[in-house]
Nanobody, 123 residues
Framework: QVQLVESGGGLVQAGGSLRLSCAAS????????MGWFRQAPGKEREFVGV????????YYADDVEGRFTISRDNAKNTVSLQMDSLKPEDTAVYYC????????????????WGQGTQVTVAS
């Protein structure tokens, strides 16, 4: 059974940093895309960033570009999201996703999801 488990969420002041981690089990994802999405209250889940297979490249949503960084450790089957210069509008539940079939920035393209971790940025 495939599981993705996020950790590292919490409360941080604006301008601060958090690092989220996602541990995958049940299969390896080194040859798959792995990504991060988020969902704020009352809003749809949205794309944050993606690491292509083998970690060859990363792509980010415009509003996090330059502040967030995705890294992955294929030996450990993990992917991380380093979030710097956090803003109150970054407050959301953050989800890890794995194995994309289709367009990576679309929620419906992903096969596996974690349960999410809450990130709250106080102003």
């Amino acid at each position: 059974q495939v599981q993705l488990v996020e950790s590292g969420g919490g409360l941080v002041q604006a301008g601060g940093s958090l690092r989220l981690s996602c541990a995958a089990s049940g299969r390896t994802f080194s040859s798959d895309f792995m990504g991060w999405f988020r969902q704020a209250p009352g809003k749809e889940r949205e794309f944050v960033g993606v690491s292509t297979k083998f970690g060859d490249a990363t792509y980010y949503a415009d509003d996090v570009e330059g502040r967030f960084t995705i890294s992955r450790d294929n030996a450990k089957n993990t992917v991380s999201l380093q979030m710097d210069s956090l803003k109150p509008e970054d407050t959301a539940v953050y989800y890890c996703a794995a194995k994309v079939i289709g367009t990576y920035y679309l929620v419906g393209s992903w096969r596996y999801w974690g349960q999410g971790t809450q990130v709250t940025v106080a102003s």
